[in-house]
């Protein structure tokens, strides 16, 4: 196990890859100092200039929101700064805090923005929610899978061509593609959605219809229908602390004034649905690092704080599954704790944990340095 020289990303990460001992999401932030932002910005006002007021008082173009501070940052970049009339497609969720509700109504309130919001169907989460982390530990399948394809979807539904999304995640923090593009026509394929449709219906508990939503329009299709999902993080230097404070000033909430979450240094990100970061700690176990580490070399990138400020943090968070998580995904699937943990002690990755005769895992390795044993 090896760390990125620069942040505290470990080699454990899926789809990352490191050149001179510096991970592919540090060369990348750095590569946003070189970028040429004012050609950029054109290219995104001829893009807009292509649809806007082409539909008369109709849309523009659709934006994927979450109600998030990147959502915030968006909608105020295409409203206030491109002048577009948009309409914000939402995947809702199934336990909204009154933070993210507040926080996705204000989009409209705000920005004066129409809000199409998709709630997930009950039953099929629920028997989805149990099978994901049985199966491939990432409960959440469901919802990601949603929010990759309701949008797309949508958009053509209404006859919109322009779409927006915020951040090309495979590119910025290491994945399949390392070339940075505008489009996301190939968003589906960056395998945060593992195209596991087959074994979903294996067992007869789901149907085909139960799964059509999660279905992605084929390439062909969304090139048939002449879409044009894009990327803002091309178009504008992309930095979720800068989005945060942005999103601020525009209303957004963080979570801290509603509940305080274990295991995350921040109360900002992610913060509509408490069940919904189970996923993102199931990374601790299988790939010894969680969400505290993601946004700790965040802040290393942007010189927030230093490598060194940030090893104890992230040493005391990431290892926590915060109980609210765990709380609301028993009261949802109807487990029993001890069958949860059991569940998720298949998960350890034993390469980087040991388990005591107790049950209780231990790190094997040492948080920025490697393995100790
Ligand atoms: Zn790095």
């Known amino acids: 196990m090896k760390y990125c020289k620069k942040c505290l990303m470990p080699d454990t990460r899926p789809g990352i890859r490191f050149v001179d001992g510096v991970c592919v999401a540090c060369i990348h932030y750095e590569k946003q100092h070189t970028t040429n932002w004012e050609k950029r910005r054109q290219e995104l006002e001829k893009?807009?200039?292509?649809?806007?007021?082409?539909?008369g008082n109709g849309y523009d173009c659709a934006i994927a929101v979450s109600g998030?501070?990147?959502?915030?940052?968006?909608?105020?970049?295409?409203?206030?700064?491109?002048?577009?009339?948009?309409?914000?497609?939402?995947?809702?969720?199934?336990?909204?805090?009154?933070?993210?509700?507040?926080?996705?109504?204000?989009l409209s309130d705000t920005f004066n923005c129409d809000i199409i919001s998709m709630i997930p169907n009950h039953h099929v989460t629920r028997i989805l929610a149990k099978k994901a982390l049985v199966e491939i530990g990432g409960p959440t399948w469901y919802a990601d899978a949603l929010i990759y394809a309701y949008p797309y979807r949508m958009t053509m539904k209404l006859g919109l061509k322009l779409l927006f999304y915020g951040e090309d995640v495979n590119y910025t923090y290491g994945g399949k593609y390392d070339e940075e593009t505008p489009s996301a026509l190939l968003q589906f394929k960056n395998d945060v959605v593992k195209p596991l449709w087959d074994k979903w219906l294996m067992d007869g508990d789901l149907t085909e219809k139960d799964l059509e939503s999660t279905r992605q329009p084929t390439l062909e299709e969304c090139r048939k229908a002449g879409l044009e999902p894009v990327y803002m993080s091309y178009f504008v230097p992309w930095d979720s602390y800068h989005n945060y404070e942005v999103a601020k000033r525009w209303g957004f909430r963080q979570l801290i004034h509603e509940y305080v979450r274990e295991g995350t240094i921040e109360q900002y990100n992610q913060v509509d649905s408490i069940g919904y970061l189970i996923n993102n700690w199931l990374k601790y176990p299988k790939f010894a690092h969680a969400s505290a580490t993601e946004m700790a070399c965040r802040w290393i990138r942007a010189g927030m704080k230093t490598r060194d400020e940030m090893i104890p943090m992230v040493k005391q968070c990431d290892k926590h599954l915060d109980q609210g998580i765990v709380d609301a995904f028993l009261a949802f699937t109807g487990m029993r704790p001890h069958n949860f943990w059991s569940i998720v002690d298949k998960w350890y990755n034993p390469q980087f944990f040991r388990q005591d005769r107790d049950g209780v895992w231990h790190e094997k390795f040492e948080v920025g340095i490697g393995m100790k044993e």
């Open 47 to 55: 893009l807009c200039e292509k649809y806007r007021g082409k539909y």
């Open 68 to 106: 998030g501070k990147d959502s915030h940052f968006q909608v105020y970049y295409v409203k206030e700064v491109m002048k577009m009339n948009p309409v914000l497609l939402a995947v809702g969720n199934i336990d909204w805090t009154e933070t993210g509700r507040k926080n996705l109504a204000n």
